[in-house]
């Protein structure tokens, strides 16, 4: 097949200056952190909500923490929009699963104040095909499936549209949903949750699915049929991050943990083998993400 398309422009850059707003809502088991002891020495566990906690390299990461006396207890959820009340409620000390514009998002819709204290990623997002093998191969009138969460919603349709399977009104931007999607276009769009996107590839012609979701419905980049560029500098809102609550955000214990996730070399090469080897990994530093999120933030609120 032909190589995917990488996609640049106008999308990514409209998409850096406008966000959606979303009421997120979600709820989680409860629970709480205890002290432990080994070996005489006082163990601090810390509980982190991800999405997609069968990727090997947690327990990499589980066992580097534990090597540097920190106990961590990874909780699963199954979407996107449970860790970040399950945070703000303290059921959880941290969570690792979202980029910057999901959580100004949620930030402004709950009036939260989640921070992020560290990066983890950016992962391109991608059209995947089971009946095509070339973008220039879909239909006129086939139906893409999207994610159905407003900022990775509109993501995704910039990605359409920069395949040249969409037009958006006023050239799109991350308020950008399936109603702004211009007549005439050359394919129909249906927004799905997130988690339905890879498994329902059988009843459409492609569908843009989040990375999460990608190496565990066993696609693979034979089945990549376009995405948009992480190097871009307007993609810098999607770069994924550890949060915590405001008053955690320098605590060592937590900042330690962001540490050995990004300088754990097997850590690391796991992150990268369950996504397909499409993460690029990064070590932004934090006052560059709290600047994000902040300008994410108030860009929502002028919107309002």
């Known amino acids: 097949m032909s190589k995917p398309t990488i996609l640049r422009g106008k999308g990514l850059a409209a998409a850096a200056l406008a966000l959606p707003l979303a009421l997120l809502l979600g709820a989680c088991a409860g ?12 163990t601090e566990t810390v509980r982190i909500g991800v999405v997609g906690a069968g990727d090997p390299y947690w327990e990499t990461y589980t066992e580097a923490a534990a090597a540097e006396g920190i106990e961590v207890e990874i909780v699963n959820f199954d979407s996107y929009d449970q860790p970040n009340p ?5 059921e959880l000390d941290l969570n690792q699963f979202q980029h910057i514009i999901y959580l100004a998002t949620y930030n402004v819709a709950a009036d939260d104040d989640l921070q992020p204290i560290g990066a983890t990623a950016i992962y391109p997002l991608g059209l995947y095909s089971t009946k095509y093998s070339d973008v220039d191969d879909i239909a006129d009138g086939d139906t893409i499936a999207v994610p159905n969460d407003e900022s990775n919603q509109a993501r995704a349709l910039l990605v359409l549209q920069s395949a040249g399977l969409i037009e958006l009104k006023d050239g799109g931007s991350i308020f950008s949903t399936v109603a702004d999607i211009e007549d005439g276009s050359k394919v129909n769009v249906e927004a799905v949750a997130a988690d339905f ?12 699915v989040n990375n999460d979701f990608v190496a565990k419905s066993g696609l693979t980049s034979d089945q990549l049929l376009a995405q948009d560029d992480p190097a871009d500098e307007s993609a810098f809102p ?15 214990t ?3 943990l962001v540490q050995i996730y990004q ?24 006052a560059d993400l709290v600047t994000s999120l902040t300008d994410t933030e108030d860009s929502i609120r002028a919107q309002q």
Not at 197 to 204: I, K
Not at 263 to 284: I, K, N, R, W, Y
């Open 31 to 42: 629970g709480s952190s205890d002290p432990a002891a080994t070996d005489g020495a006082a």
């Open 197 to 208: 996107t890879a498994s329902s590839l059988p009843d459409f012609a492609g569908a843009v």
């Open 86 to 90: 399950a945070l703000s409620a303290g």
């Open 238 to 252: 999607y770069i994924n991050i550890f949060a915590a609550k405001a008053e955690d955000a320098e605590n060592p």
């Open 263 to 286: 300088e754990t070399q097997a850590v690391q090469d796991g992150v990268v083998e369950a996504s397909s080897g499409t993460a690029v990994l990064l070590t932004t530093p934090v």
């Open 254 to 256: 937590y900042l330690k």
